[in-house]
């Protein structure tokens, strides 16, 4: 708060009693001015408020202890009154008032001023050569809470009181000092500046009524301050009804009329990005009226223009000072984004917090358990994405960029799947997933990629420090085994090999098994609620993941809890409703081994988790339990991986379970730091397991391997000129040097990538269909040599590119001796052979069609365009098999898919289970 | 759970951790069993007072095509029907006139065959078109002393550029020579050396082509005089076979073509059979060396066996004729002979084997007839034939089967393509 001292040792008078009843104030022992005939005269002007005691407001002015007894106007609709005038509103009360009159006292009907308050009031005023003086505001029926002392604003006119919440009145702010503004509900003004401000502007609410009076009478050259020696107790009727916004716009007005034009002309357009900052930064916490509130406030604004600018105009002619008298009593920067800012950083460091010793005291905060933990953890996390902070995102396995999210909508609502010659088959869930977070950065793709990746760690950290947390651990172990989590035995295998989705997977599991892992009385739909407000993301990420947390459930629950977190745990389930459609069309993702990593199991991670949960087994109940169901769900996921049963989708979870049992185990064995044998047994085993962990998140990348397909295959639509970029057909021995899933081929792995550039969506491969298996069957011929021609043989598939990655190929030598596939030199190190008989994807009679979002677009036609897709009847329009592939009219310039509507049906459960979840949270903080 | 109950439940996953085996990475389906190629590559001179006629023979119906590469482009292509008896001249002047250039014939299968025959104004020459391009080829049998002009043409039908280095012997030794290194034959071109103008006076040249980059297909062209010769550079190997016609002079080669000594040994057929080692002798890399057929009056075939792969080449020469070939490493139930025959030929045949073979020989021409004949193990006959295209061996046991024309002062010799006449 910025506030000039005036004066020390204001009349002070007893504390000691207070009075706790709005309507019958307690006398304090009087000192009446009586025979002072040189005392200022004061006209008192009532306001009616609406539901206060206008009787018992006469009655306390009545009681106050200053000669001359001031007169009473009430002002306002106050109906029929006995001996009190009555003025219709305070422009006329004023106006009307004698010359005799030295000072008004402006005072609400639901305040309650002390005896000695108009006299305290007076007194400091021409004490201090002062215009206006505010009294010292109390919360009325409290013991002492301050309501205001007179406040500083920032330069949109936003009060900023300094007062915490709840604040008692200790005398601390006992100071009689000038203020940016005191409230209306009780002030002091000259008589002569009433008149000529024509007092209170009668459109605006309170508290913004008084901040339009006290910069109104500063520029009038007059001093505002405040007289915390006056107490008026408030009962804050006047506020009620005022919506939020009415004030906000109050402000604004007091802003536009106060302002020179020279100051409104950054003014405003400052006000009016704060004003949207305000909003985002609200909406971030799911508050939506501010947005509304600021489009109100700007609306009723606009409709008053004109009475603005009349008041602007009475404004002129009474100033005498600069908005510079009004800069020296604001605050800098706004108070509303400092608000924002503050409760972000409180929930932020909330999140790592679980003991709120950050809200009991910065110098406390490092004696909270845990907290060292966390920080520790996240600045290794911040090292770790130095490489993806850095340089960028890879862009290599089945980490790739994200497609516009418009177009990835559409896929993933049951649109054409462009995954290798495409398919009606879903999209992998995520895909949805790339599309919220490319819409919450705006539609700027790379930088979702990025901030989320970047973010996945630490949201993994913090919630493995939750899920600590909840399972009655303490100490700093639960937050860095948030490390193992994201880099353990499991996880590290996945983001090795590529697996972008992995780590958002792992980060959401612990977030998943705490929502279930409810503790005991916590009831209503809000627990379930979140359950399937997490449950949805994570099975878009990884959808066999979701079993998890009921088996959690199952080892972890005492007796009393077990059945609450079962059902918790079952209710989980529905979050796989957002992967339904991509597991029936990927039956083999669930059942086909032969698409595996098949990783061997490292033997340090399992000598580390033996011995890190055997030694905590040892130990007390608290944390035996956590360690031997981490021990056993790391081990036991190990043990299930070993039988080639179960396709990816199986490997994915199993993998990622082992990572969080491993964590469990580190979390138990470093919760508590103590020199026992067995405990430093198990705090160097979970030691030892963070710094395995470290090694894959040493290169920076989180362990995602390194590579830019992107720069590495960009030579396909840099040299394919205006003509769409077709495909290209990317060959290798090594499975892993391929980006996503891959199909065996004859001596070799193969896929088709798009050759505009490889998108998220294309990483998994749909069921093969009928283009599929020619395409097999081509290449099966082409690898057996003798074919002069074998571009003219891929032609049909739009297959522009030949690219062989990794060792030499016995298929290569196929392509020695042949017509059509051009060897070029490129500095990529892949073999690249550019096709000299390519065809278009999507070919017309006169012309090419390119790809246009989900489908094709181009010059209509009066023939067909061949589409080198395979063939589906969904095709749009009229689509007709052309041997494997469709060939649609092209009259119309556009080619589209066209879902029946099962499939929409389908796509859309997953995000109806999310919406459900969000209303049960709703439903229940009302309840609440 | 209690704790000696965890303890055992983690020990026992760690203990079947240990003791599982680990799955096995998948693997991609195994490679497919080598297709046969189905074209031949042929070089070609038109202009300069010679012209080539290319005879293109099938044992199956189908389409034929001829296309003709200079420069990395192609300058002239025609496509063919074969006629109802299985074969058909195309001569390249009614294609384009372009000089020395590779012809690419595409075959209607494998089981077909090309054979370039360049006609001079008193000389020609005739070889089977190349139909195997692997990555090394040797040749031996030239000379650049006298009169004599050896002249080497690669030929790179393909889409890539292809880089290739000659390792070049003669009697000096191996010869150094920046021409004989990384030489660049471009993508639908052919690049033509003669080797006279590099190393001149030699009297024995071995090329070896060793292929770094692409493929490509390599012959020489060798005149002496007024005669010529024409041959192809093929793999080395250790076994060769080769009919000597009857009544012929000239000299067998034996070049080695792998660095190291080799030891090889010439094996002699006559009318009752192998007769016995005439020769044995070793080589040091790239050496080669002649066995005059006067030396081995009598002798209707050799068989050649070496230690480490040589390269076995039959020259026929009286002075004024000149034609040579190469032996072939195969025997075979079918031989595709194209001739491009403007008079009679004859057929040689090597039965190598221990049993007779019935032998049916068809000359691929209009009204071409078919000739029976039974050929006795280990035997060697030699039938003549009218002209035509191109004749067709097919016999029950596998054999060798090579032409050889006779005529004034043009003499040409051309080993027969092997094809599956199943």
Sequence with gaps: MTAKILLTGADRFTMADRMTSPSAPELTEQTPNEGNATAPKVLVLLTVIEGADLDAALAVVGRQVYEPAPEVVVVGDAGKLEGVRVAPDLETAIAEADQSIDYFWILHSDARPRPDALRALVTEVERNGAALGGSKLLVAGTPDVLESVGSATDVFGEPYSGLEEGEIDLQQYDVVREVAFVRSASMLVRRDLAQGLRGIDHLLPPIAAGLDFSQRARIAGGRVISVPSSEVYHQGRCDEGVEGWREQAGRLRAMLTAYTPLTLLWVVPYEIIVAILHSLGSLLFGRWRPLVRHLAAWGWNLVRIPSTLKLRSRNRKIRVAGDEELFRFQARGSVRLREIGTELSSRVLGLFDDDQALARGAKRVWAAPGIWGAVLAGAIALIAARSILFTGMPTTGATLPFEAPTVSFSRWLGGWNDSGLGSPSAVHPSTLMTAVLSVLTFGATAAARTVATVLSVFVGIVGMGRLGGRLGLRGPGRYLAGLVLMAGPGTAVLAGNGSWTALFAAALLPWLVRAVMVPDGWEGPGSFGWVLVLAVPTAAFAPLLTPVPLLMALLLSPRGSMTRRLVRGLVALAGVAVAVPFLIGHPEWILDAGQRILPIPNRIWVGLITAGAVLAAMLADRWRTVAVVGGVLALGSWVALLFPVGGPGVEEALLITASLGAALVVSAGLDMIAVEPLRLAAIAAAAAMIVVSLGPLGNGRYGLPSGDLDERYGFGPALSGDTDPGRMLVVSADRDLLPGEVRPGPGFWYRLVDGSGITHDEAWLPGPMEGDIALAETLRIIAAGGELRPGAMLAPFAIDWVVIEGPELELEAALVGQLDLLPTPLSTGARVYENLSSAEIAAADDGAWTRSGAGYAGEPTSGRVRLAVNYDPGWQPDAVADEWAVTVDGRTGRAYYEAPAPDVAMALAGPLVFLGGLGLIIWGRRKR | ?422
Aim: aromatic residues 4%; charged residues 15%.
């Design chain 2, 1 to 422: 759970m209690s704790r000696a109950l965890s303890i055992l439940t983690l020990a026992a996953l760690a203990a079947a951790l240990v003791v599982l085996p680990a799955p096995a990475r998948p693997e991609p389906g195994p490679a497919p069993a080598h297709n046969p190629s189905s074209f031949s590559v042929c070089p070609v001179i038109e202009g300069g007072g010679r012209t080539t006629q290319l005879a293109v023979a099938s044992t199956v119906e189908g389409p034929a095509a001829l296309t003709l590469f200079a420069n990395g482009s192609t300058v002239g292509s025609i496509e063919m029907a074969l006629g109802s008896n299985g074969a058909t001249v195309i001569p390249i002047v009614d294609v384009a006139a372009v000089g020395t250039v590779g012809g690419l014939v595409e075959l209607p299968s494998a089981s077909a065959a090309a054979g370039s025959r360049i006609l001079g104004a008193v000389s020609s020459t005739l070889e089977s078109c190349i139909t195997s391009i692997p990555a090394q080829v040797f040749l031996a049998g030239g000379s650049t002393a006298g009169q004599s002009e050896m002249t080497l043409h690669l030929m790179n039908p393909f889409a890539g550029d292809a880089v290739a280095t000659l390792v070049v012997h003669s009697e000096a030794g191996r010869e150094s020579n920046n021409r004989f290194s990384r030489v660049i034959v471009p993508s639908r071109g052919s690049a033509v050396m003669n080797l006279n103008e590099v190393i001149s006076g030699r009297e024995w040249v071995t090329v070896r082509v060793d292929v770094t980059r692409g493929r490509v297909a390599a012959a020489v062209r060798q005149t002496r005089g007024e005669a010529a010769a024409a041959w192809n550079a093929v793999e080395p190997g250790v076994s060769w076979l080769i009919p000597i016609p009857t009544g012929v002079d000239g000299r067998l080669v034996v070049a080695s073509a792998t660095p190291g000594s080799v030891e090889y040994q010439v094996d002699l057929y006559g009318a009752e059979g192998v007769e016995g080692a005439a020769l044995t002798g070793s080589l040091s890399e790239g050496e080669e060396s002649s066995l005059s057929l006067a030396d081995i009056a009598g002798t209707r075939a050799v068989r050649v066996v070496a230690t480490s792969p040589v390269v076995v080449s039959l020259e026929v020469s009286d002075g004024t004729t000149l034609s040579a070939t190469t032996a072939t490493q195969q025997t075979a139930g079918s031989w595709l002979l194209p001739a491009a025959a403007s008079q009679g030929v004859r057929v040689v045949l090597l039965n190598p084997e221990l049993e007779d073979a019935s032998v049916v020989v068809r000359a691929l021409r209009e009204g071409g007839g078919e000739f029976p004949v039974n050929l006795p193990a280990e035997g060697v006959i030699e039938l003549s034939l009218d002209a035509a295209d191109a004749y067709l061996v097919d016999s029950d046991v596998p054999i060798v089967a090579m032409l050889f024309e006779a005529g004034g002062a043009a003499d040409a010799l051309a080993m027969g393509v092997p094809v599956d006449n199943g």
